[in-house]
């Protein structure tokens, strides 16, 4: 039976050995990547950011007590109680 590499394992692997790679060249003293760790920092900062403001407006977010209700019972509705 033949098996597949899920692209899970193929990304992860990738992403190590680039990884690796920029650790080796960074202790031989070479600056591989092309940007600052400013730039890096702004990126993650920025990503981190989209993230939390998608979680945020996809969930939903009840602050009256009528939708916190209207919450309570959808759950009952599908938990069939």
């Known amino acids: 039976m033949k098996t597949k590499v899920s692209a899970g394992t193929i990304a992860r692997t990738a992403t190590l050995a680039v990884t690796l790679l920029n650790t080796i060249l960074t202790a031989a003293g070479k600056n591989p990547l092309p940007f600052s760790d400013t730039d890096v920092y702004s990126a993650v900062t920025t990503v981190a950011t989209i993230t939390a403001l998608v979680i945020a ?22 938990n069939g109680e």
């Open 57 to 78: 407006w996809w969930h939903n977010n009840s602050f009256s007590k009528e939708a916190i209700q209207a919450d309570k019972y959808m759950n009952e509705l599908r």
